[in-house]
């Protein structure tokens, strides 16, 4: 009798370990899947990973009018990645703009906007970013120009256009807006492409979405003013050039956007899709749009 009750309870035991670890499973698989949202929408992979190269080792030459940036390993690896890293490291280098070693990072890396980030969310990122193979691949030195290859610069630039803050919800919003602002101004950081820069590179949010040329980049107003930005398009245009980069002209979206759009509009679910289109048709409308200057 004793030694049925102690199989018993054996038995017990191990069930409920394995219970445990199934449910510990789930839930990192589903943080996981979680990260990988946030890495696609977030366009990390545009910058972070080389054409043909394997997945977040280490990008494309960005080129810039302050030079050229090579875009790090992201992988596990602990020498030329970020394998050694710590939770609080990352979360420090997304919200933060700050490097381990206390370093300040350039803005080419779009922390400025990742600062308005939820940490579940970034957890959420690191967490794929640590389930991913470890690639050994040392990404170049950045080649900047005097003198923005001088590191402790960004110091001042941080002190004039940096705040770092985390996204706060506008109570007298709904839920929708608020979901959306969230993901077009943290994740997807559309202004770093689609808002004008001052010649120090800092954004003007005084003309938020109203179109930027930055380099090669064109990215057009994308405020509801009808003439210069996209008041004409319905929300029906709006989700399905999200959708398929096709606008109402039939035109396609090329380059950067194609990214975008690819990699990250693309796979939203489609009430994060709304929400971001409740979010674009609410902007204030600017009447300019400095690429279509001839
Ligand atoms: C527009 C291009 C671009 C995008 C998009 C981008 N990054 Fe970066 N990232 C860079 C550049 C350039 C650097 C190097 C900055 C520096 O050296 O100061 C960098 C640096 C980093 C670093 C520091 C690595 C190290 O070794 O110190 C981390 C971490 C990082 N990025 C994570 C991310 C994550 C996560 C995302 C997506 C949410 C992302 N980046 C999106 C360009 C980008
Ligand atoms: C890395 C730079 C970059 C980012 C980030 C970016 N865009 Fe764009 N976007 C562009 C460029 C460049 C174009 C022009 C593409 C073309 O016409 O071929 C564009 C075009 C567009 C258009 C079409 C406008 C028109 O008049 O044709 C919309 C709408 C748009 N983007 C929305 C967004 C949204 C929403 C986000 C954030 C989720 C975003 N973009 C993020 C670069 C970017």
Redesign the pocket.
């Given at each position: 009798m004793k030694n049925i009750a102690r199989i018993d309870f054996k038995l017990w035991a191990v069930g409920l370990l394995l219970w445990v670890g199934a449910v510990w499973a789930a839930e990192r698989e589903d943080l996981i899947r979680r990260g990988e949202k946030?890495?696609l929408l977030?366009?990390?992979g545009?910058?972070?990973t080389a054409e043909s190269g394997p997945l977040a080792a280490g990008?494309e030459p960005?080129i810039t009018p302050f030079g050229t940036?090579?875009?790090?390993?992201?992988t596990p690896d602990p020498e030329t990645g970020?394998g050694k890293?710590s939770e609080e490291e990352?979360i420090q280098?997304?919200q933060e703009g700050i490097?381990?070693e206390g370093q300040?990072?350039?803005p080419?890396?779009?922390f400025t906007s990742?600062t308005k980030m939820s940490v579940r969310d970034i957890r959420a990122?690191r967490a794929y970013?640590k389930a991913l193979p470890a690639v050994k691949r040392r990404a170049p030195e950045?080649e900047l120009r005097f003198p923005f290859n001088l590191?402790p610069g960004l110091w001042v630039w941080r002190w004039l256009f940096f705040r770092p803050e985390r996204f706060k919800p506008d109570p007298f919003r709904s839920e929708t807006w608020n979901r959306g602002a969230y993901l077009v101004e943290a994740?997807g950081?559309c202004g770093?492409c689609h808002t004008p820069r001052n010649f120090l590179g800092a954004l003007d949010w005084d003309r938020a979405y109203g179109g930027a040329v930055l380099g090669e980049i064109k990215a057009p107003n994308i405020t509801p003013d009808p003439d210069y930005g996209i008041g004409e398009w319905s929300r029906e245009d709006l989700s399905y050039f999200l959708k398929t980069g096709i606008k109402p002209d039939g035109d396609t979206a090329s380059g950067e956007m194609a990214k975008v759009i690819r990699g990250g509009t693309a796979r939203l679910d489609e009430a994060d899709l709304a929400a971001i289109i409740e979010y674009l048709t609410s902007l204030r409308p600017i009447a300019s749009d400095p690429t279509q200057k001839p």
């Amino acid at each position: 009798m004793k030694n049925i009750a102690r199989i018993d309870f054996k038995l017990w035991a191990v069930g409920l370990l394995l219970w445990v670890g199934a449910v510990w499973a789930a839930e990192r698989e589903d943080l996981i899947r979680r990260g990988e949202k946030v890495f696609l929408l977030g366009g990390c992979g545009n910058c972070h990973t080389a054409e043909s190269g394997p997945l977040a080792a280490g990008g494309e030459p960005l080129i810039t009018p302050f030079g050229t940036f090579y875009p790090p390993n992201l992988t596990p690896d602990p020498e030329t990645g970020i394998g050694k890293w710590s939770e609080e490291e990352f979360i420090q280098a997304l919200q933060e703009g700050i490097s381990p070693e206390g370093q300040p990072y350039y803005p080419a890396f779009p922390f400025t906007s990742y600062t308005k980030m939820s940490v579940r969310d970034i957890r959420a990122l690191r967490a794929y970013l640590k389930a991913l193979p470890a690639v050994k691949r040392r990404a170049p030195e950045h080649e900047l120009r005097f003198p923005f290859n001088l590191r402790p610069g960004l110091w001042v630039w941080r002190w004039l256009f940096f705040r770092p803050e985390r996204f706060k919800p506008d109570p007298f919003r709904s839920e929708t807006w608020n979901r959306g602002a969230y993901l077009v101004e943290a994740i997807g950081h559309c202004g770093e492409c689609h808002t004008p820069r001052n010649f120090l590179g800092a954004l003007d949010w005084d003309r938020a979405y109203g179109g930027a040329v930055l380099g090669e980049i064109k990215a057009p107003n994308i405020t509801p003013d009808p003439d210069y930005g996209i008041g004409e398009w319905s929300r029906e245009d709006l989700s399905y050039f999200l959708k398929t980069g096709i606008k109402p002209d039939g035109d396609t979206a090329s380059g950067e956007m194609a990214k975008v759009i690819r990699g990250g509009t693309a796979r939203l679910d489609e009430a994060d899709l709304a929400a971001i289109i409740e979010y674009l048709t609410s902007l204030r409308p600017i009447a300019s749009d400095p690429t279509q200057k001839p």
